[in-house]
């Protein structure tokens, strides 16, 4: 029988996804025997021509990494989406926009200023160049692509049917993806190929994590000696365990949390959450109180809010260009044109 | 007349590097220039955040290189906090950015950029990839590779929490202690990690200074350009990753500064070009004076070799030896030929892999004290780290709570963008003639950008060795040929 098919593409991405998939160690020279690596853009050469000329549904899996920006990235998408049987968006930034969708927060001109211009210390063009489409030099024509500033995530654009979360993806979760979609297992569209617990509930600190806390103000992690064993958010510190899905270790303590740090909520929402940003300000306004105040209404909340440095930026790390005050933003925008 | 080529339609190079060459009528190149067409715009989406998330935010910019980037991050923030990490913290951070130079060193020579020569300067694009370059160099040494990555990995895995995106760099400290069981077990893997980088030495001696051809070109005057070099040492001139000064030194060897913090903005600028997205630094005093290399010139390269010329010499012995092997061979510091630094790369392997051992003998590492809470009002701070690339800075600027109001972000392939356009532009001169094209000339070209290991996913988003690529070659404003690499 003829090995399956599958191919790894990268949309906009770090590069962190493809390396990934590399510390599958050992076990990637065991997996790269079961399948047939149709393309690999870092690793092997292809030609987009070849893919082009594929029939449909030819590739049997197909992982994209990384958020769509540009026009060539939504065509490829396209591409793949026609020529794959399954297609897997993998790691946040496919899923939910990831790091880089915090540039949805801004706009071409600003970026090109902070980059190029007079706010850049170390740049010295006073005329303001900037890069252009289209430049004539002297021994012909140079084009580059156009910039956009818009970050989407991979369903945003095209059908996806399983999403494999985080930044980046456990080997782990990879591996069981694979091997569980090679076995002909064909879970329900849409399911995301990860454990359905929020991380609280697999974390080694759950007991003492609080119903109920009474804080002055809430801390960030640059201000106090954390301890390794307690809770965070007990510790007054912001941490997305409460609405984040686990898996980013096997069966434990997160990644993060494994390091005394906070989870910043890199693989996404667990199934019930419809909005990270929403849902956290809720899951935290539950369980935080403020001093010598019994009942939380919506007064309380902001004033705990008020306390949290960079809401936007900590609770949408992540997915800011999958939430809804992305959608806000742009319904602004519309409304502003 | 010429004929057009075209592989694939031009318009599609979104995260590819571009390297447009221009013939002239009698078919040698006339000039050539290296593209980045993405730009991600980290310096202006850092505004607002607070400054002790950044070195969880800026890894983003390179999955291949996260480490170098939370470090440069987490040292900006000590500095916008005047504060100092404790003994035991620095300690730490130095184990776990000496592991990450380790096994992004192995990576690039193994997997990635060294296939050059592990496989052969003319093999098809094809077998350049981990499975090629296992079926070359044999299943026992590609498992061995393999292997001592993942031990090395899994250390900062352990320390920072992740290996891609790391999380254990605090102002003033680092996350996690490291327990004495886990001194030991560490100590033991890094001996072994010695071994194993001295054994790749010995895997490149062999296929490469063995044999004549590869000599020739590594030496010869193809891939050689006479330029300033910029990195890190410490207080003896000797190299250091993770801190110290930054050495600049003339094409002659001569120091011409040695800066550190703040003080980068006296030393260097930055050039833009309307036909790329990625900046051109040059060094200010001499001045940018276009693609041209020598003293007049203002290009500077980094990454490993020049770090090994800016440096008197290694800190630890074996890396020392071969350290001066090298420069015997090439028979003048600082050495100019850009295949070296691919033998300085394994050079400063070996250094990495010695470095960890000694740290890892310090018993002292295990004490608890590793955090420094910051006491002082945030304002202003530079953070400088060598990249497995080269010299990477982050400088940013706070309100008084420490949120971001400025971030400037210079990093390592950057550095080297002039350098690469005109290695490749020589290349590209002394290898096509007569409007002689193959493919094997054409990744012979290639071969002189993929001795920088650029990385653009710091620009763009590829794994650095592998980069896709688009060659355009043109004759009378027509594309003659297109050889993309996807
Ligand atoms: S809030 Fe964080 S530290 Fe607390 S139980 Fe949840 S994941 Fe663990
Ligand atoms: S702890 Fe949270 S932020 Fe860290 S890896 Fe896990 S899901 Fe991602």
Not at chain 1, 45 to 64: A, C, L
Not at chain 1, 233 to 240: P, S, V
Not at chain 2, 243 to 248: I, L, N, Q, T
Not at chain 2, 396 to 402: A, E, F, H, L, S
């Amino acid at each position: 029988m003829a090995k399956p098919k599958v191919g790894f593409y990268w949309c906009a991405s770090c590069g962190g996804c493809e390396e990934a998939i590399v510390d599958l160690h050992e076990d990637l020279l065991v997996v790269a025997e079961k399948i047939d690596i149709v393309f690999w853009p870092c690793a092997m050469d292809f030609k987009y021509q070849d893919v082009r000329d594929m029939s449909e549904n030819e590739i049997d899996i197909t992982f994209i990494n990384g958020a769509i920006r540009t026009e060539e990235q939504e065509e490829m998408a396209n591409l793949l989406r026609e020529k794959s049987k399954i297609l897997i968006s993998f790691g946040a930034c496919s899923q939910i926009g990831g790091i880089p969708g915090l540039a949805n927060f801004h706009d071409r001109d600003s970026i090109f200023q902070s980059s190029y211009g007079s706010t850049c210390p170390s740049v010295d063009n006073p005329d303001f160049i900037v890069p252009q489409t289209k430049t004539d030099v002297p021994e012909g024509e140079l084009t580059l692509p156009a910039f956009h500033n818009t970050v989407k995530s991979t369903d945003q654009v095209v059908e996806v049917d399983y999403y494999l979360p985080g930044c980046s993806p456990a080997p782990y979760l990879t591996l069981n993806a694979i091997n569980t979609l090679l076995a002909g297992k064909r879970p329900e569209k849409g399911t995301v190929l990860a454990p359905v617990k929020a991380l609280c509930d697999t974390c080694d600190r759950k007991d003492s994590k609080p119903d109920k806390i009474m804080l002055k103000d809430i801390k960030r992690v640059s201000e106090v000696e954390l301890d390794p064993e307690e809770c965070l958010l007990a510790q007054g510190i912001i941490c997305m365990g409460p609405i984040t899905r686990s898996g980013c270790t096997q069966g434990g303590e997160g990644r993060c949390i494994k390091a005394n740090m906070p989870c910043r909520g890199c693989y996404g929402p667990i199934p019930e959450v419809q909005d990270v940003g929403a849902s956290m300000i809720s899951a935290i306004a539950s369980i935080i109180g403020i001093e010598g105040e019994e009942n939380m209404s919506d007064e309380h909340v902001e004033k705990i809010m008020d306390t949290v440095v960079d809401p936007a930026g900590t609770f949408y790390r992540f997915s800011l260009a999958t939430s809804y005050l992305r959608r806000k933003l742009n319904d602004y925008a519309k409304d502003n044109n | 007349m010429s004929k057009k080529i075209s592989i694939d339609p031009i318009t599609r190079l979104e995260g590819h590097g571009k390297i447009e060459i221009f013939l002239d009528d009698d078919g040698g190149v006339e000039n050539a220039y290296l593209q980045v067409p993405e730009l991600k715009g980290f310096e202006q989406f850092s505004i607002d955040r607070p400054v002790e998330e950044m070195p969880r935010i800026t890894p983003r910019i390179c999955g291949v290189c996260p480490m170098a980037h939370h470090m440069a991050s987490t040292k900006a923030a000590d500095a916008v906090y005047n504060v100092k990490p404790t003994e035991t913290a620095e300690k730490i951070r130095r184990l776990v950015y000496n592991a990450y130079i380790l096994e992004d060193h192995l990576l690039h020579f193994f997997f990635l950029g060294g296939p050059d020569f592990v496989v052969t300067p003319s093999a098809p694009p094809g077998e350049r990839n981990i499975l090629g370059v296992v079926a070359k160099v044999g299943k026992e040494i590609g498992l061995e590779v393999i292997k001592t990555r993942r031990q090395i990995r899994e250390i900062v895995t352990h320390l920072f929490g992740r290996i891609i995106h790391p999380v254990g760099g605090l102002p003033g400290g680092v996350s996690k202690p490291l327990t004495e069981e886990k001194r030991q077990e560490f100590l033991q893997k890094c001996k072994d990690a010695v071994g194993f980088a001295m054994e790749a030495i010995n895997i490149f001696n062999k296929i490469v200074l063995d044999n004549d051809e590869y000599v020739k070109l590594v030496t010869g005057d193809i891939y050689k350009h006479n330029t300033y070099y910029m990195g890190l040492v410490d207080d003896k001139n000797r190299v250091n990753f993770y801190d110290g000064k930054v050495r600049v030194v003339d094409p002659e060897g001569n120091e011409i500064t040695k800066f550190s913090g703040l003080d980068y903005l006296d030393v260097v600028s930055e050039h833009v070009e309307p036909w790329s997205y990625m900046k051109f630094p040059y060094l200010k005093d001499i001045g940018w004076k276009g693609f041209t290399d020598g003293k007049e010139s203002g290009v500077m390269r980094v990454a490993p070799l020049a770090r090994l010329n800016v440096s008197d010499s290694m800190p630890t012995d074996k890396a020392q030896q071969e350290f001066e092997r090298m420069y015997d061979v090439l028979g003048k510091k600082p050495a100019h030929n850009t295949l070296a630094f691919h033998w300085a790369r394994l050079i400063e392997a070996l250094y990495a892999a010695e470095k960890m051992v000694e740290l890892l003998e310090d018993e002292t590492i295990t004490s608890d004290d590793i955090r420094n809470i910051p006491t002082d009002t945030p304002e202003e701070g530079v953070g400088i780290v060598e990249a497995a690339r080269g010299t990477l800075i982050h400088h940013y600027q706070t309100d008084k709570k420490g949120i971001i109001t400025a971030a400037n972000l210079l990093v390592a392939t950057v550095f080297n963008s002039a350098a690469m356009s005109l290695s490749i532009e020589k290349a590209a001169k002394k290898l096509i003639t007569k409007g002689k094209l193959d493919d094997g000339l054409l990744n012979m070209v290639e071969m002189a950008f993929r001795a920088y290991d650029p990385c653009l996913a710091c620009a763009t988003h590829s794994l650095p060795g592998n980069t896709p690529l688009i060659i355009n070659i043109h004759q009378n404003k027509d594309i003659i040929k297109t050889i993309r690499r996807d």
